[in-house]
């Protein structure tokens, strides 16, 4: 990644007043976003989690790039049930092609730019529209990120013109071992600070310091990233193979939820009420309730993207997974437990082309 401002700053702090929970900040903390701007908080009505244009109802998005999709940000919205309040799990196709002007970055204005990026979605500019965050965990782009502004009404991301991008230049997400992570997703408000922008979690780590969760807590900024806490969270099945794990959260009334799979083995596990405590010396601990939803749940298959969402509405998190030919199932789950696996409702397999 080219970035067209390198230089490492000090992280815009917010006011002691708006600091909600006791969590402690390193006075050394700092963040490698160039913060060209800094969002509005009071110009858009929260949108649902998920939602990109605007229907209350869950969106799936998808990079191409694929032997199933060309290059770009596949968007495809959410079918309303027959309610007009929630999701079927089917989704409106063909996807369209939200990221036809290119990451910003790379300054030519391509679809192609998102190749080999992780996308996932969320208030990244703090106004309540769903954003979109595009990482790059590897090539020549490794450990950087751009945020780009969402248009809240499902169109085409505006992403070539300055003031809907704000990159994250590489850097601002290794930790102290010195690893960029592998995957991030949406930590939502895992921290109990409040803020206007999400914070985020992700997989790290390498085979010499073995792998691991790491935290990146928001301080209250687009892009405001730049401290990192190792998580001593073992596995949902105990060990610390993170390296051969999935996951992907969304947000619930009850707080963060997260599912876990195990490509390999076909566990599934989800955690809800996600909660993060940061234990002030580069480290953290997260807590959560467990539940297995699947002992053999897409074994050996592998998916381009994993999304949560609580797609028709019953607060319980369901999943979309999209294969590299760009084929789509919803999964829907119900019947939460600890002491069983839950239910999953399979829905007919859809072509987003």
């Known amino acids: 990644m080219t970035a067209r401002r390198t230089a490492r700053h000090l992280l815009p702090w917010a006011t002691t007043a708006l600091l909600t929970a ?21 110009t858009a009505t929260a949108a649902a989690d998920r939602d990109l244009n605007g229907d209350g109802i869950p969106d799936l998005l998808t990079v191409g790039g694929t032997s199933g999709l060309a290059s770009g940000l596949w968007q495809a919205t959410g079918v309303m049930g027959d309610d007009s309040a929630t999701g079927t799990g089917r989704v409106n196709t063909p996807a369209l092609n939200i990221g036809a002007n290119g990451n910003n970055i790379f300054r030519d204005n391509v679809p192609s730019d998102f190749d080999g990026a992780q996308v996932i979605t969320g208030t990244f500019t703090g106004r309540g529209v769903q954003d979109v965050l595009a990482y790059y965990p590897s090539g020549n782009s490794a450990g950087g990120a751009v945020i780009l502004k969402g248009t809240g009404d499902g169109s085409v991301l505006q992403s070539h013109l300055d003031e809907n991008a704000d990159p994250t230049n590489p850097g601002t997400f290794t930790d102290n071992n010195g690893d960029n992570p592998l995957q991030l997703a949406n930590a939502y408000n895992a921290s109990g600070h409040n803020y206007l922008y999400p914070d985020l979690i992700g997989i790290s780590g390498d085979a010499a310091n073995g792998y691991y969760l790491d935290y990146y807590p928001n301080f209250n900024g687009t892009g405001g990233y730049g401290y990192v806490a190792q998580l001593n969270s073992a596995t949902p099945t105990g060990g610390h193979d993170w390296n051969t794990w999935t996951i992907a959260s969304t947000q619930l009334s009850s707080g963060t939820a997260m599912f876990l799979w195990n490509q390999s083995t076909g566990q599934l596990y989800l955690w809800e009420g996600v909660t993060f405590t940061d234990n002030g010396d580069f480290t953290g601990t997260l807590a959560y309730t467990q539940y297995q939803i699947s002992t053999n749940w897409n074994r050996d298959t592998t998916l381009s993207t994993l999304e949560a969402a609580d797609i028709n509405g019953d607060g319980v998190p369901d999943l979309w997974a999209v294969t590299p030919a760009g084929a789509v199932t919803a999964y829907l789950i119900s019947d939460l437990s600890t002491i069983q696996a839950a239910t999953v409702r399979t829905r007919k397999p859809q072509n987003l082309s």
């Open 22 to 42: 006791a969590v402690t900040i390193p006075a050394t903390a700092a963040h490698a976003s160039t913060g060209r701007h800094k969002a509005s908080v009071t």
